[in-house]
């Protein structure tokens, strides 16, 4: 459990960031606008960044790429995680209209239109985790080349 403790509290602070984000677009009315949503993909790609730098100056000579994109994928999952546990509660608690606004027409056609909109949060946050530690990882990998340093 120690060595996930560096990922767990960025993926905390990152989902928090996202949070806060989702409530200030809320507090000005744009929270409606899926457009909005991408500036999520940043916020995320920040924190998984910013924890997979600071896991391999923790580790220093022991860091991989394995241990590195356990890293990154657990500060995405926990962040994707704890949203998406929030926009629920937001949905359906906090502002039960909400979701009738996001889409009045897909709402009608659909059934199960809640459980939809959360898978697709979801969804939405686990794959911009992995594409984005994927990518991360060519900039912080180990080198074969000795003449050759990384980040």
Do not use: C
């Not at 560096?6 to 409606?32: D, N, Q």
């Not at 960044?49 to 896991?55: G, L, M, Q």
């Not at 937001?90 to 199960?112: I, R, V």
């Not at 992995?130 to 074969?144: C, D, E, R, W």
Request: hydrophobic content about 50%; cysteine-free; glycine content about 8%.
């Amino acid at each position: 459990m120690k060595k996930y403790a560096l990922p767990l509290r960025f993926g905390v602070a990152t989902s928090g960031s996202l949070i806060a984000y989702f409530l200030i677009l809320s507090l000005m009315g744009l929270h409606t606008n899926v457009f909005y949503s991408l500036f999520n993909a940043v916020i995320t790609g920040f924190g998984i960044y910013e924890a997979i730098k600071y896991y391999k100056l923790k580790l220093a000579s022991s860091f991989d790429y394995g241990s590195g994109f356990v890293a990154g994928l657990v500060t995405g999952g926990v962040a994707t995680l704890i949203f998406t546990l929030f926009f629920a509660l937001y949905s359906t608690e906090l502002s039960p209209g909400f979701l009738e606004e996001l889409s009045t027409k897909w709402a009608s056609e659909y059934q199960n239109f809640e459980a939809i909109v959360f898978l697709v949060v979801a969804t939405m946050g686990f794959s911009t985790t992995l594409v984005l530690t994927l990518s991360f990882m060519q900039l912080f990998k180990p080198s074969l080349n000795p003449q050759k340093k990384r980040a």
